[in-house]
């Protein structure tokens, strides 16, 4: 499966963004789901993650400002984040883990300006 982002782009802050992952040809149902991000200069870093089950967990600095879902009928899962801040400017990827394997999108870049 191939995932792909959407939704990145240039906001202010306290701006709300939803980013999507979405995929064709294969159903996302039997896939568990993370949202990483990379800042510059900075290691990639765990911002949330749902189970198959629609369980989540966020990153401490993002619980309560960010929601992950997932949409079975549309085969997509989603990250909206509130009150954006400025340390929030990264590449966001998504990443579908089935058994041992995670498969990755190619990132969206999100720049949060002051």
């Known amino acids: 499966v191939q995932p792909v982002e959407a939704g990145g782009g240039l906001v202010q802050a306290g701006d709300t963004v939803s980013l999507s992952c979405s995929a064709s040809?294969?159903?996302?149902?039997?896939?568990?789901f993370v949202w990483f991000r990379q800042a510059p200069g900075r290691e990639r870093e765990l911002v949330a993650t749902?189970?198959?089950?629609?369980?989540?967990n966020y990153a401490v600095t993002v619980k309560g400002r960010f929601t992950i879902s997932r949409h079975k009928a549309e085969n997509s899962m989603y990250l909206q984040m509130n009150s954006l801040k400025r340390e929030n400017t990264a590449v966001y990827y998504c990443?579908?883990?089935?058994?041992?394997?995670?498969?990755w999108g190619q990132g969206t870049q999100v720049t949060v300006s002051s």
């Open positions: 990443g579908a883990h089935r058994f041992l394997n995670t498969y």
């Open positions: 749902i189970t198959i089950g629609g369980t989540t």
């Open positions: 040809g294969r159903t996302f149902n039997n896939y568990s």
